[in-house]
């Protein structure tokens, strides 16, 4: 069995202990980071908003898609030694929630925490990245809680009975 | 308009300069502005530009000190693993240096260390990153240090460095309040995410020495304007005493410090200042001029910042502020300021700081690493407008209050 962790900022030792605890030994597991090219191309574009300074070494952004691939190198040595299994890992770098989508394809299983409004039950407590993952996820999905979930009581109350059609 | 071209396509790589430069050369040449208004541009234009090379310098020597890697440093320690309280101490820093350092140093020197930070704590990286960017515009109103589109208004405006800073303080809290707020509703899944507290390292080792320089340095604006002296010599002195310094103990080289200066840039914005005074004489001024509202009510106030802001996105602020100078300078100090709030402010609305980048850096792809402009675009939204009215009226009551 071919399981991908999904490895995210934050979230992501809820997902390791999932995989520790749920999935059978022997299973193939992979840890799955992506990197976003949101922050290096923000720096990017701040530099370049900085008219007539030229010097393209200078610009922030290209030390920063360099740093950016030590972090996500360091975060997935942290989490392996979390797993304490055999495990591959695997990096990727692009539109975050369309990478996981594609690495996912083939897979038997696809581990993912919410990183919504954990606060409360529903639809919120999934972000725009897990919600389009959990949306198109080519195989089937388990979907953890970073921490404890939030009991029932956090459901809204029903709406009250629509009125009788006639 | 080729000089605007060139200095955001930049053909070759080439530096800036070599295209306005001989453009430059060509108006004068061509009589496209007098020899007195050349001059007159030089003068004004000389100072400002020796006084930007020594805050160059300045920060660069900081950074040579370890300034930002102990901003850091003490930001990793004291957020303790909690991103909401690292969003606020990164919004206090990248505040502070722009205001000091200029906005140079907060996207050059500053971003890349607080992503590191942000990484080093296992935070999500985006919202700091963003407050980085948006602080090196908003941030940047209150000295004239902080921004070349201030030093030129300061130039133009007739005020000490003082009264400058004293009318600029209000709205520049305003403005960077009103981020913050924004920010935190914006980013609250990300901020919500949690982080770990890194190894606990002891306490990081301060540039003392740096830190006391650039007091100084800032004591020393005041002095000098008190006495009526160019507040320059006080960024020049500051430099100063760091290159001897650095250069004693060999952290830098005289080549490396002439790099710093930036010479190449210093001649393009010398040379931009002459070709835009060249097209404000041959029309652009009645054009302009009849857009630009007069007086300086709070309406008045808030139109030509509008104005700017309009004209900072679409071609950069640095031309925008060359343009509306001449035409606001007349009205008096308030209204050069406020186009100093439309064109730092108004910058964060479009990703690259304008349409005219934007659009090059989509023709070309130069990177395909760009953010997600519709996200981008929606911070700005959420953000420019409310500030940038904000602090317009903050910036009235301060001169209600405090006169010019």
């Known amino acids: ?166 | 308009m080729v000089v605007l071209v060139c200095a955001v396509v930049r053909p070759w790589g080439l530096p800036e300069a070599v295209f306005a430069v001989p453009a430059a050369a060509v108006v004068i040449a061509t009589g496209a502005i007098s020899l007195d208004h050349t001059a007159e541009e030089a003068a004004r234009l000389g100072p400002v530009i020796g006084f930007l090379a020594a805050v160059l310098v300045l920060a660069q020597l900081c950074d040579d000190e370890g300034l930002f890697q102990a901003c850091g440093a003490w930001m990793a320690r004291t957020a303790a693993g909690r991103p909401r309280r690292l969003l606020g101490q990164v919004f206090v820093v990248a505040s502070l240096i722009t205001a000091v350092l200029s906005l140079d140093a907060t996207v050059v020197l500053l971003t890349p260390v607080v992503f590191a930070t942000a990484a080093r704590l296992g935070a999500r990286a985006k919202p700091h990153v963003y407050a980085c960017t948006h602080l090196s515009n908003t941030a940047s109103l209150l000295l004239p240090v902080s921004n070349l589109t201030n030093l030129l208004a300061f130039a133009a405006s007739g005020l000490s460095f003082t009264r400058f800073a004293a009318l600029m303080a209000l709205p520049w809290v305003v403005a960077i309040g009103i981020e913050y707020l924004v920010f935190r509703r914006f980013f609250a899944v990300d901020l919500e995410a949690g982080a770990q507290a890194p190894a606990s390292a002891g306490p990081p080792e301060l540039p003392l020495f740096a830190l006391v320089t650039v007091a100084g340095t800032l004591v020393g604006f005041v002095v000098t304007s008190a006495v009526g002296i160019d507040p320059a010599w006080a960024a020049f002195a500051g430099a100063l005493v760091l290159a001897v310094r650095a250069l004693i103990r060999r952290r830098t080289t005289p080549a490396a410090l002439a790099r710093a200066v930036g010479l190449p840039f210093l001649a393009f914005v010398l040379a931009l200042g002459i070709v835009v005074r060249a097209v404000v004489d041959n029309g652009l001024d009645d054009a302009l001029g009849q857009l630009v509202p007069d007086g300086t009510g709070l309406p008045a106030l808030l139109g030509i910042a509008a104005l700017a802001a309009v004209l900072a996105n679409v071609i950069n602020n640095l031309p925008a502020v060359l343009v509306l100078l001449p035409l606001t300078a007349q009205a008096g100090p308030g209204a050069v300021l406020a186009v100093l709030l439309g064109v730092n402010i108004g910058p964060n609305l479009t990703y690259a700081g304008s349409l005219a980048t934007l659009l090059w850096r989509k023709i070309v792809h130069e990177h395909d690493t760009d953010v997600e402009l519709g996200e981008f675009t929606r911070l700005g939204l959420y953000t420019v407008p409310a500030a940038l009215i904000c602090s317009v009226v903050a910036l009235w009551g301060a001169l209600e209050l405090i006169g010019t």
Request: aromatic share 4%.
């Open chain 1, 1 to 166: 069995m071919a399981v991908i962790v999904w490895i995210v900022e934050g979230t992501w030792p809820a997902c390791v202990d999932a995989a520790r605890s749920r999935v059978p030994e022997g299973s193939e597991i992979v840890l799955l980071h992506v990197t976003g090219h949101e922050s290096p191309g923000a720096a990017h574009g701040a530099f370049a908003g900085l008219l007539g300074r030229g010097h393209p070494e200078r610009d922030p952004g290209t030390r920063m898609e360099q740093l950016a691939a030590d972090s996500a190198r360091e975060l997935l040595e942290t989490a392996a030694d979390r797993l304490g299994r055999d495990c591959a890992r695997v990096e990727r770098s692009g539109r975050v929630e369309r990478e996981v989508v594609a690495a996912a394809d083939g897979a038997d299983l696809l581990i993912l925490a919410r990183d919504g409004d954990r606060s409360h039950l529903g639809p919120r407590s999934l972000g725009p990245a897990s919600r389009f993952v959990v949306d198109h996820a080519p195989c089937p999905v388990l979907l953890v809680w970073p921490e404890t979930a939030p009991g029932l009581s956090s459901i809204p109350a029903p709406p009250p009975h629509p009125p009788h059609h006639h």
